[in-house]
């Protein structure tokens, strides 16, 4: 990535070998000019957040007497989305380097690895969360690393609240640097940074996870570190000190010597030392996957979340609801006028709006002592503009009724197209999501290679349910490797209509057995498939032999007609159930050997 000079100058200092003093001078530089980027998103973050929980509208500020009602259509449009978008579970294609059997069983090694890391690391989880940072926060934010506790890769979900970027006109991923705040207890920062004195630092003053706080959790104290991220370097900074600094630790730097045999142009086998480097990537790279949308504006991310577009009209439709509500209160309710003479005040203070109550009084019955006022119908036009401006957010957010799962149109085809205009807006969130996972399985794969100098073993489902076990270590991860992520499609199908659709193929004879059953969620298809040719086998055998005997009766008859009218026919023969298993068998497409002084069926 090309930055300007002094960027690129500044990048060049910023490793292991420079010394502490030029390290803080660098952090604290990158500190001031991503500190206010930083603020002036956090603005915003909580005000989406408030708005998703409910607190909308200056809720706190409505009077007793007046409804504060709200109306959370953030939330609804949020939590329709979050599903759909994260629906199908991705899936992972190892290409091989060579097109060689060695070669295509790595591939297929790293490719089943990946399908066993996506489920037990739970990046299906980790999107749905995603996809709400997305919504609410702008960015989502993974972070892949060795666990060096279950010796093996791990992926961390981040808050983006806690990421501190520059503000520059680039890619996230082609940032110069990366900050993420952390808090540490003592004991954490005793054994993470065991030679760091922390006599040298002071607490933290408040908590970075929501900016509020005292600095401390359940009564324990924290510090609050900085983990500075470039392509080359990784250090860590308290209080504007250093604590540790050192070269990449997910890029293989040095490499490791091995012996080399090749065929020189003598043709004598020569062996040779080279140096070999276990990278997966072309270069090194931060460990930070960045999923965000609307990049249109002068930073790193979007400028704007969906959730903050929706709410002006969010805003308008809690007003709107809380003026209805309120109109209905003092004009729909009714009202009962009553002259004084009728009742004392302290019986007039008991009548309540209870069905059945009876009233007592001189002369109530009159209406001209007692009367009853109906409240006043509200104005069509409250209700009209409500709903319009619900349905402007339905369609910001791409969230129609039939989407919702209420279907409101009067046919099933008007539901199913309101459908296919929300899954066009959902797909942008969909292909992010897809993007971010490749960078993800390609990091991923660029740990295994550095770290898995031990091979590891994990259990999957085989074949018919049982129990395989893949071993796979950095020498089953070439050098050319190829990963591929492929996704569902971003219009699901339920499993009824997969099943429906598959029924109908069958129906037209358009589909195979096996793919039939494999619709319709048979445990074994293929087996289910030579079972039901050996079914129709036998089936057709029976049809034949009944045919066979229909045809052998039929015969018999004409024989005995034949022979009682003084003999049998010439130029004619009798066919025989030989001759009809014969035709009936051809006329399957099948074949059967021919029969010897076949009779003339032809006149």
């Not at 960027?7 to 500190?35: P, R, Y």
């Not at 066979?548 to 008859?557: T, W, Y």
Request: contains cysteine.
């Amino acid at each position: 990535m090309c930055y300007h000079k002094d960027m690129a100058d500044t990048l060049k200092k910023f490793d292991a070998e420079t010394s502490k003093e030029d390290l803080i001078a660098i952090f604290t530089t990158w500190f001031n000019e991503s500190q206010s980027y930083h603020d002036e998103m956090l603005k915003s973050q909580k005000i989406s957040e408030q708005y998703y929980l409910g607190n909308q509208t200056d809720k706190q500020f409505i009077p007793e007497h007046s409804s504060d009602t709200v109306e959370n259509r953030i939330f609804e449009g949020v939590e329709t989305l979050v599903p759909i978008a994260t629906a199908n579970a991705h899936q992972f294609l190892a290409l091989p380097k060579r097109d060689e059997e060695s070669s295509k069983t790595k591939a297929k090694k790293v490719q089943t690895v990946l399908e066993k890391k996506y489920e037990t690391l739970e990046i299906q989880r980790k999107l749905e969360d995603i996809t709400r940072h997305l919504l609410l926060y702008r960015f989502g934010v993974l972070k892949y690393c060795w666990d060096h506790e279950i010796n093996d890769i791990a992926v961390k979900l981040v808050d983006p609240r806690l990421i501190m970027i520059p503000k520059l006109r680039v890619e996230p991923h082609s940032l110069p640097y990366v900050m993420e705040i952390q808090e540490y207890t003592e004991e954490e920062m005793e054994e993470f940074f065991p030679d760091y004195d922390l006599s040298l630092a002071s607490l933290n003053k408040a908590s970075p996870k929501s900016a509020q706080g005292d600095g401390h959790l359940h009564g324990r104290a924290l510090w609050k570190v900085y983990e500075v991220w470039t392509e080359e370097t990784l250090a860590w900074f308290c209080n504007n000190e250093l604590i540790e600094a050192k070269d990449n630790p997910y890029w293989d730097w040095n490499g490791e010597e091995k012996d080399k045999y090749k065929i020189d142009k003598k043709g004598k086998l020569v062996k040779k030392k080279e140096n070999v480097f276990r990278n997966h990537l072309e270069n090194p790279e931060k460990p930070y996957i960045f999923f965000t949308t609307f990049q249109i504006s002068d930073g790193p991310v979007g400028p704007v979340s969906l959730v903050e577009i929706a709410i002006p009209i969010q805003d308008a439709i809690n007003v709107q609801k809380r003026q209805i509500i309120d109109n209905l209160r003092q004009m729909g309710n009714g009202q009962v006028l009553m002259d004084t003479d009728a009742m004392s005040k302290e019986e007039s203070d008991n009548i309540t709006n209870e069905p059945g109550l009876v009233l007592r009084g001189e002369l109530l019955a009159s209406q001209n002592k007692l009367k009853r006022v109906s409240g006043v119908a509200m104005p069509n036009a409250h209700f009209s503009n409500l709903q319009h401006s619900e349905a402007t957010l339905d369609n910001l957010m791409g969230i129609h009724s039939a989407t919702r799962g209420a279907a409101a149109a009067k046919t099933l085809g008007q539901d199913i197209l309101s459908r296919q205009q929300d899954f066009t807006r959902i797909d942008l969130i969909t292909r992010v999501l897809n993007r971010g996972i490749y960078r993800l399985a390609n990091g991923l794969v660029q740990l295994m290679k550095m770290y898995y100098d031990e091979t590891h073993t994990f259990k999957v489902l085989g074949i018919e349910g049982a129990i395989d076990f893949v071993s796979i270590g950095q020498n089953d991860i070439e050098d050319g490797l190829e990963i591929n992520v492929k996704s569902g499609q971003t219009l699901p199908l339920d499993e009824l209509q997969l099943q429906n659709q598959a029924v109908q193929l069958w129906q037209l004879n358009a589909l195979d057995p096996v793919t039939l059953f494999e619709r319709l969620k048979f445990p074994n298809p293929e087996k289910a498939a030579e079972r039901l040719v050996l079914w129709k086998q036998g089936q057709l055998t029976m049809e034949t032999q009944a045919k066979i005997a229909e045809v052998n009766a039929s015969a018999q008859a004409k024989a005995s007609l034949t022979s009682s009218a003084g003999g049998e026919e010439e130029g004619r023969g009798t066919e025989t159930p030989m001759n009809v298993l014969q035709r009936a068998t051809q006329g399957m497409g099948g074949t059967a050997p021919s029969l010897p002084q076949a009779p003339n069926m032809v006149r």
